[in-house]
Structures are given as structure tokens and as C-alpha cells.
């Protein structure tokens, strides 16, 4: 049986890498005496396995971590469990089973990401934001207006020019933030990052203070429409 945990990473936790929540997620199914599944060999481990990893920095209230369990479990009782030993800065928020198949888990299936991109103040404290200025909005419609926005991406053994334009699949200047709706996955991934360095490059500014919070990971569901991971599974009740 597979089930896929919800969870938010924020505060000081965005400060911790991927192998070191990976521990963390390890003691707390222990600690919380959840029936996960181990692999075999000498050397077992806990069969777990992340959607897409949070780089550092960054802040999220849509990560999904996909389990193995050797029995049912039902869904609310397993987050209160696993919150009750988590701590500040690592919230679940729902479990759901899913698939049993290899290739409905959410590190392959992962297909887009959207973030809010927050300003903030220079020099101060990361909580303080700024609004986002209003000359940002008409230059940012240009900017996603040219036939072909190229960028410079690192691979493994090199770096190539990509066009990363049909990798933005939305996007809205708020007053508060910038929405960006990306590509995510194995085949096209683009990052939030990215897309503002380009912005501010092309505005000809060199830098700004920014801040990136992921707001969910989604995937295709069977009539092709994009949906978060969540709502691939179903609650698990048990009487």
C-alpha cells in the first residue's frame, strides 16, 4: 500500500537541505509509529521517496512525500500523529493513498510548480516585503511578450541555450507578490529563480532582494488537466 503526505516546510526549516528532511521525516514516522515499509538487503532502509525537492531558501505550503505501508493506517489519525512529533517549521497536512504502480509516484509524475515571488526590503529583516513596484507590471508584459525569452541553463556537463518561454505557463503581477506558474519535472523544469534574474536583467536591474515560496506541486490527471499531487489519492478511514 502507497500513500503520498502533504506537508508545509517555512520558517527557519527552509534553511535545512533535502538529505537532512529526509532524516528528519525518517525519525518522525518512528516516532510517530507509522507502519512504513522497509526495503530488503543488509542494509534496509525506510521506502520513501520525495516529489521535487525544496532548494534552500525556499518556503513552501505544497511538498509531497510518497511512502510504502504495510498496512492501512487512516489518513487524519497519521497527520496528527506525525505533527505531534514535527516540529516548528514542518506542518503536515494530509495523507492520501494512491497507485500502487511505479509510475504514478510523484517524483515521475511531477509536472509543474507555482510560486509566489516576494520583494522585500534592503538591508532589513526577510519579513519585511515591499509592494511590487508598478513600472514592474508594463515591464513585465514585455518581457513575456518577445517570441523567445533565451537563457544560459547549467546541465550536468555544460551549459546550453534554452528558451524557457513555454515553460512559463502562467504568471500575474499582484500587488504583493508576482504568481508564476511553471514547468516541473523530469522533462522541462524551470526555476523560480530563473525567471526573475532574466526579468531583472531585461529591466536592467542587476539585482533585487527576493523571496520564493512554492504554493504546490501538480501533475496530470487522467483527462490531462494539471491538479495538485494531493488530489491524485484518496483519504484512507479506518474504523
Known amino acids: 500500500m502507497k500513500a503520498r503526505i502533504k506537508f508545509r516546510k517555512y520558517g527557519c526549516m527552509k534553511f535545512i537541505g533535502h ?9 518522525v514516522m518512528r516516532r510517530a509509529d507509522i507502519p512504513i515499509a522497509f526495503s530488503g538487503g543488509y542494509s534496509p532502509h525506510m521506502i520513501m521517496s520525495f516529489a521535487q525537492p525544496l532548494g534552500i531558501g525556499l518556503t513552501s505550503d505544497g511538498e509531497y512525500l510518497d511512502i ?23 506542518e503536515m497536512v494530509s495523507m492520501v493513498q494512491i497507485s500502487e504502480e511505479k509510475k504514478a509516484s510523484g517524483m515521475t509524475i511531477t509536472a509543474a510548480s507555482d510560486y509566489q515571488v516576494f520583494l ?29 525569452i533565451l537563457v544560459w541553463k547549467k546541465t550536468k556537463k555544460s551549459e546550453k541555450e534554452v528558451d524557457i518561454k513555454p515553460m512559463i505557463y502562467g504568471s500575474e503581477i499582484k500587488e504583493d507578490y508576482i504568481y508564476l506558474y511553471l514547468a516541473t519535472g523530469s522533462e522541462q523544469n524551470l526555476k523560480p529563480d530563473l525567471v526573475m534574474e532574466t526579468f531583472l536583467k531585461y529591466i536592467g536591474q542587476e539585482d533585487a532582494p527576493l523571496f520564493y515560496n512554492r504554493l504546490d506541486v501538480y501533475a496530470r490527471n487522467e483527462a490531462g488537466k494539471l491538479v495538485p499531487l494531493e488530489a491524485l489519492g484518496t483519504p484512507m478511514v479506518c474504523s
Open 19 to 27: 538529505l537532512d528532511v529526509m532524516r528528519f521525516f525518517q525519525k
Open 68 to 90: 510504502e505501508l504495510t498496512e492501512p493506517i487512516d489518513s487524519k489519525e497519521a497527520v496528527a500523529r506525525m505533527n505531534a512529533v514535527s516540529v516548528e517549521g514542518i
Open 120 to 148: 522585500l526590503e534592503s538591508g532589513k529583516s526577510s519579513d519585511v516585503r515591499r509592494k511590487i513596484p508598478s513600472e514592474w507590471k508594463e515591464s513585465w508584459e514585455k518581457f513575456l511578450s518577445q517570441e523567445q
